[in-house]
């Protein structure tokens, strides 16, 4: 398992309770897992990691329980329980500097310190959809959710948040917007705020400017966004709803630059590399699809056989697989059956040998013509 | 089975485009040949090149319409002749050799030259069996409820709906038909939920005919939104039988290979009872070809040990897989499993998501 677990380098959570590592060097999945007590209350609901150096994941399945994954070891090697599951699913998981933050559906945020059992308890509204953490700041986070506005807190002062958002003016016919969060992510290198709703808007907040309202606003299609992640290129930020639609928007004027095609269902979580321009998706197609953001190419597709709610990327080249790992490992795994999975991937290349067909027969041409203009003027 | 026979037709009149391409591409090498010839005689008898008659000509070459036309036909002629020729020879030698005869090609179709889907479903496989023990459809799968199904249609129905839902109702046992009354989706869903429906099946209308329907299972999803064709009701049918009885059919589902084809075949035999009444000699058929699913509805007979006869009750309909949504019918907020894109996804012919 320790071998295994070493070579992957993407990890993806899944509604049947497994955790998946895929190796994208090496063209393959595991499960993490044993399979003879798989159950859907330990649904994968939320993922990050562990420690600074990436050798720890943690799990927040949907039963309560938070898992310790250890990448070098392969196995879990600790489980707490935070919460019971009767107040919802995990909704969002942070480490700060000794301790772990949950935060659960019904808008309780907890902070549970490591070695004592006292527990800071902040209550964030009544459904909130997800909570992150600063990650300059690591004991700030924000929250949001169905009518519930954005807060920012900060935890070493839990009483009242730093920022609350305030709603947008009221419409047209003066009644008034509904609110629904669904994911939210802090801007590097500023105190920005973007979060996508689940009425396809994209908001910008700015905490340190007077106005509480959101400074942009941009609208997306017309299903609700379901997932959002900023790729290491500073003003843009990527998108996904329930179709399937990814789009990547501009934060200057709110313009779509691109959108990545090839999702056949809802996103479900959606992650960019911290510095390559990568992004990598998942959802209810049961794919993980990894994009590349300049070319908007579909770089790799791996079909994980079930759905798939969160997915987590190293900090690391995800493509290249860590030195000294790997020279007992190719022989073990040439039978393994996991091989036709990835006979798919190859198939990518294809569209740009026909461009290049395509040029060259344009070259011949081009060269035709010229041959015959020259003709002419003879 | 409209619709299988206008690829047919297509195919056809492709062939013939096809062999029209090859004429000219045969053409072209013994122009070419030939001309080489005359350049050779033309070096060695000292004649000007500029005297050489073209030795061959194109059909497309002749000027005059009718006179092209008929060259062409006649060379068309002339090539079926040949062909039918060479089949005739082929048949004899097959003949001559016996049982010694080399085994027949098979004909490519686009679905024996079917991309290869990862998703295509491992009878073995533990994790989609976990999936699949554990998803909306495991109550009935596991015989603790018994299928109970709602069939209504868009807002006001005119002729043809309304008796296409009637036949429907016939098809699959514990049916009710309800009139619409202009009721939203979304309130009749709790209301059937709280009734023990499982099903709830709305047949879109569209300039009198149907041409959708909604599949919607009960009580947690998922959906499923289909486009209807070739509806042909009873009364529409040739050499049908008399009406079908009251027995639970046997269900056939074929050709749902794919992990996507797997969750739509289990939507289907969750709309019959568990147990058919072997009695009735009734079967329902849903057969998968390249992604249009074909629903029949026959009733058999054994006649010796060899020999069954059957016989078609109607009505017949071909459905197409649009989306795949999470949770019950909420085309706005609801969560799509699976969307048809047709832009994106059917770059290829030979892909297939059945």
Known sequence: MGDKSQICSVWVGSETGILKGVSLSKKQAFNFCEMNSLSRDQEVSVLCWGDAHETEVLVGCSNGAVKTFSTEKGIFTESRQCGDGTNGKFTGLAVTDSSLVTCVESGLVQVWKEGSTDIVEINAGNSVCRMRQNASQRHQVATGGKETPLKVWDLERPDTPIFTAKNVRNDWLDLQVHEWLRDLAFIPDSEKIVTCTGHHQVRVYDPSSPQRRPVLEVQFGEYPLTALSLPSSPGSVVVGNTQGQVAILDLRKGLVRGCLKGLAGSVRGLQCHPSLPLVASCGLDRFLRIHNLEDRKLQHKVYLKSRLNCVLLPSRDPEVCPAGVDTELEVKEDDGPGDEVWDTMETVTEKTKKRGLEEKADCVGKKMSTKKRKAVKK | ?354
């Open chain 2, 1 to 354: 089975m409209d619709v299988e026979v206008q690829p047919e037709l297509q195919d056809k009149s492709k062939k013939q485009k096809k062999k029209m391409k090859h004429l000219k591409k045969r053409d072209k090498p013994k122009e070419q040949a030939i001309e080489k010839d005359v350049v050779k005689e033309s070096t060695t008898a000292d004649i000007p090149p500029e005297l050489a008659f073209p030795p061959t000509f194109s059909v497309s070459e002749i000027k005059n319409k009718q006179r092209r036309h008929f060259m062409f036909m006649k060379y068309k002629q002339e090539k079926r002749k040949e062909q039918l020729a060479l089949k005739k020879k082929r048949k004899k030698e097959r003949d001559a050799l016996g049982d010694k005869a080399p085994p027949k090609a098979v004909p490519k179709t686009i679905e024996n030259q079917r991309v290869y889907d990862e998703t295509t479903v491992d009878p073995e496989d533990e994790e989609v069996a976990f999936d699949e023990g554990t998803d909306e459809f495991s109550a009935y799968f596991n015989k603790l409820t018994n299928p109970k199904v709602l069939i209504t249609t868009s807002d006001r129905p005119r002729g043809r709906t309304v008796r296409f839902c009637e036949q429907l109702a016939t098809v699959i046992p514990d049916a009710h038909v309800y009139y619409r009354r202009g009721l939203a989706l979304k309130k009749v869903i709790p209301q059937c939920i709280a009734r023990d429906f499982t099903y709830l099946m709305v047949i879109n209308e569209d300039r009198k005919v149907p041409n959708g329907l909604v599949l919607c299972h009960l009580p947690d999803g998922p959906t499923a939104h289909f486009k209807v064709s070739s509806v042909r009701l009873r009364k529409e049918m040739k050499r049908r039988g008399k009406d079908p009885t009251e027995h639970s059919p046997e269900v056939i589902l074929n050709n749902f290979t794919t992990r996507l084809g797997h969750s739509i075949g289990r939507l289907f035999a969750a709309l019959f009872p568990h147990d058919p009444h072997f009695v009735g000699r009734q079967v329902a058929t849903f057969h998968n070809q390249r992604d249009f699913i074909f629903f029949r509805f026959h009733r058999y007979i054994f006649k010796n040990e060899k020999r069954v006869g059957i016989q078609e009750l109607g009505p017949r309909f071909t459905l197409k897989l649009r989306s795949l949504q999470k949770g019950t019918f909420d085309s706005k907020f609801g969560e799509y499993e699976w969307v048809h894109k047709r832009h994106e996804m059917d770059s290829s012919r030979r892909k297939f998501h059945l």
